[in-house]
């Protein structure tokens, strides 16, 4: 059973940066998929990004591309995924989920079977 754990949300004002992370167990990490969602108040969850098993492929949604970066890397210890956000915005505030999927390649898969249980992240001056 893949586990995934979100961190690094918070509190920040309009313009400011942050990185989350997921770390990622229970199964080999070479093989999935990774993506970040996000879901605001009162809104359905929504796509933000996604990177491929071999890390070349990355997609993001409208608007996201150029602001965020989508990362992932793995040592002996840890493996992980990343979202680095800048230039943050007030619309930017949400629970970030990332989810991982069975994938190779460049692949980015349609669904995505397993999610952490999110981070929040508030933009606001």
């Known amino acids: 059973q893949v586990q995934l754990v979100e961190s690094g949300g918070g509190l920040v004002q309009p313009g400011e940066s942050l990185r989350l992370s997921c770390a990622f167990s229970?199964?080999?990490?070479?093989?999935?998929?990774l993506a970040w969602f996000r879901q605001a108040p009162g809104k359905e969850r929504e796509f933000v990004a996604a990177?491929?098993?071999?890390?070349?492929?990355?997609?993001?949604a409208n608007g996201m591309k150029g602001r965020f970066t989508i990362s992932r890397d793995h040592d002996r210890v840890t493996e992980m995924l990343f979202l680095q956000m800048n230039a943050l915005k007030p619309e930017d505030t949400a629970v970030y989920y990332c989810?991982?999927?069975?994938?190779?390649?460049?692949?980015?898969?349609?669904?995505?079977?397993?999610w952490g249980q999110g981070t929040q992240v508030t933009v606001s001056s």
């Open positions: 989810a991982a999927a069975e994938a190779t390649g460049n692949m980015i898969p349609g669904n995505w079977a397993y």
């Open positions: 229970g199964r080999l990490f070479s093989t999935y998929a």
């Open positions: 990177i491929s098993v071999n890390g070349r492929n990355l997609e993001y």
